[in-house]
């Protein structure tokens, strides 16, 4: 029998600025429908607060107030169920928080 994947410990939470590159995270949905971290760009805000390659990213608030347009400045607890429009909300924002389960620090 397989041994199930240990279940991230630990909340983080980072505010970032998206540059002219965008915020330098990128994300996949994986096949249990977690949106999990699969790249880090050296250097960004997400990589020195201590996001990991493999972090579940939970939620997402636009610091700037203007997303949603349903509740401007609100969590989004981001799931399979709105993956695409969380994703496509963050695009569009200038300054976010992330939220993600992690499983420590490295």
Do not use: W
Not at 68 to 73: R, T
């Amino acid at each position: 029998m397989a041994e199930a994947e240990a279940e991230p410990a630990y909340d983080i939470a980072i505010r970032v600025h998206k540059g002219a590159a965008g915020y330098g995270i990128y994300f996949t949905m994986d096949q249990t429908q977690m949106i999990k971290v699969t790249k880090l760009d050296p250097g960004s805000e997400a990589s020195k607060a201590g996001v990991q390659v493999g972090d579940i990213l939970h939620s997402v608030m636009d610091l700037d107030k203007k997303k949603p347009e349903s509740d401007p400045g609100a969590e989004v607890v981001v799931g399979a169920h709105n993956y695409q429009a969380s994703l496509q909300m963050v695009r569009e924002m200038k300054y976010c928080q992330l939220t993600f389960k992690t499983a420590g620090f490295g």
